[in-house]
């Protein structure tokens, strides 16, 4: 099992650049924390095998949705898969769950928990994940994306866990002020993050990526999406995938990721996001 949690941001990050020593050591010790990211639980799903991604908002008990949270949802989702099909090539993106309007689709749901009980909680898509699978809120071979409105008592912006339970990506967005919005553009706010939680969920990056820095990231280079570099080594004006082509995209070596093989992709439609 594996939990890759991630200091993502974007250029406008100024916001959270507080919490980097906690973030960067949390993606730091991925393999310490997989073991504490386990909140105990009576009820156990084993990882599923999936084959498209859901968008989810999910919001607290005791308060109402809040305003234009699924349309923005919606738009930097369109962000990141735009850029993420112009990168993996091949006329491939990301098989979102879609409308019949081709975007993707978000399905909002009520937390059992107040936002007070969510914030003491460490992972609350963990602990939910059997409900929502028995209840078919998350459909078989769907990987949710959980975008959740208030804070997790965990030192991450978001994270995409593969364990028991999962899989599925969680995005709390209180835990560093990342809202998503119709302004957004990438790789600003919320479209970085969740491109590159995506690609996690592609399967990069492998331990046997040669750049591999140890946390499931690429060492060193500030062009890549996946690299776990401070955030003032980021090149966010340049940002690609595996410029090397040799960690984890077309690299044409078995064995490693190679993510334009994963299941979680689809031929892209010709329609493209622009704003």
């Known amino acids: ?13 100024r916001r959270i650049a507080v919490m ?9 010790l991925a393999a310490i924390a997989s073991a504490q990211a386990s909140p105990k639980s009576a009820s156990v799903l084993k990882p599923r095998q999936v084959t498209q991604f859901q968008l989810f908002y999910v919001h607290p008990a005791d308060s109402k949705p809040v305003a234009g949270r699924s349309a923005g949802i919606q738009h930097i989702a369109m962000q990141a898969d735009t850029w993420l099909a112009s990168e993996i090539g091949g006329g491939l993106s990301p098989r979102f769950v879609r409308g019949t309007d081709g975007r993707p689709s978000v399905l909002t749901i009520a937390s059992i928990l107040s936002k007070s009980e969510i914030t003491d909680r460490e992972d609350i898509a963990f602990d939910a994940m059997p409900s929502y699978v028995a209840r078919g809120v998350v459909k078989p071979r769907v990987l949710p994306i959980f975008f959740i409105e ?8 978001a994270w995409y866990w593969d364990g028991r339970n999962g899989p599925y990506i969680s995005f709390p967005m209180d835990n560093c002020e990342i809202y998503p919005s119709v ?9 970085y993050t969740l491109a590159h939680e995506i690609v996690h969920a592609l399967g990069a990056v492998g331990e046997d990526s040669p750049h591999e820095d140890g946390s499931g990231h690429v060492k060193g280079d500030p062009e890549d999406l996946m690299t776990g570099n401070d955030w003032d080594d980021v090149d966010w004006e340049r940002l690609t995938l595996d410029p090397g082509n040799d ?6 070596r078995r064995g490693l990721a190679n993510i334009e093989r994963s299941p979680l992709l689809e031929r892209a439609s010709s329609t493209v996001w622009l704003s």
């Open 247 to 252: 960690d984890y995209l077309r690299t044409g």
């Open 1 to 13: 099992m594996n939990i890759t949690m991630c200091h993502a941001t974007s250029g406008r990050r």
């Open 150 to 157: 208030g804070e997790q008592d965990y030192d991450a912006c």
């Open 183 to 191: 302004e957004d553009t990438f790789p600003d706010y919320a479209s």
């Open 20 to 28: 980097l020593t906690a973030l960067l050591l949390a993606c730091g």
